[in-house]
């Protein structure tokens, strides 16, 4: 790789794979809701045609929560792309062999045995694929490659996109065999954060949990847009909690350093949620008073609404309300109250 490869620091935003569509799940839900931003691995012609993404993720793109990332971009720059994924299928052996066997064979009910990819992801591989049986090109731009085959160079494609600096994306998916791929196929700083990212959905299941109605896009954006500053505290807190956690080498004693952040998160959230609700925790701002009282009918003259009027009717509230303090759960708990409704 060249001068661009780096480690894995903590990054704001992250990259999904191995599919372009992203799934209407709570998974993805948590996703959206930690991270400043998820990107999508996609063709170029998608940007020209957005009806060939689905509804949903169109939406979430329209919204700005998702982020389309052509690999052209990024791949380019990387010495022996292609050689580095060729020689990890050559190095298969014997299970290249059941591979070409099974992606010829017609495929088992409600299982695929090929996965459709873009030629603009694979550069020279598509030919090799091609060349060993296990790919074919369906129209001159899309080739449909072996399931493991296609999994596996998703899998490495996010992986190298990922520690591009000038990307800025750590990849994700809510699959696991294509996260244990990319476990397998990258280097050891990605299988750490492998094991990170499996103990981060454990730890945010817990602290997001799951809504009790669908969110739509515009919803997760309003709350990130109304409660977003709050956000880079409770990430460093969650990513820190990994940390220490991933410090402890025994099993057992790692499961119960998870059970006590969980009891203790837990804890803290539902403290703050009772807070909020025993002193009516205010959250309107400035524009938000001046949209609500300019809607209150008034005799003789317009209602003009002056800093001065705001500090009057916020102090109004002066003897049952009190400043929740600023915890990095606070974000948690204000996702759970307004937003997830639990």
Known sequence: MDEKITGNPLKNNVLYY?????????????MLLYYEKVGTITPP???????KFSPYTRDLIKEGLVTQVFPYEYVHGVKRFSESFTEYIDSLGPEVGQRRRLFHLPPKPFQSNSMKIHISKMETICEYLVHNGLSENIDGQWYQVEISTALDFMSYLAAIIGQVDEAGFTPITDKIMPLNRLAKSVSIDARTENRACKLR???LKNVLPSPKQPLSPADILG???????KLTEFRFYIEKSILDILKQQNSDLRLREIDLFNQKAKEDIEEIKVSMHKFGWITVGFANLYALLSEIPVIGVPLKITQSVYNVVMGSYSTTTKPIKNTPLLYAAIAQKELLRV
């Open 18 to 30: 191995p599919y372009i569509n992203l799934p209407q799940t709570e998974w993805l839900t948590r």
């Open 45 to 51: 012609i998608y940007k020209t045609y957005p009806s």
């Open 201 to 203: 959905l454990q730890l």
């Open 223 to 229: 709350f990130k847009m109304k409660h977003g500053d």
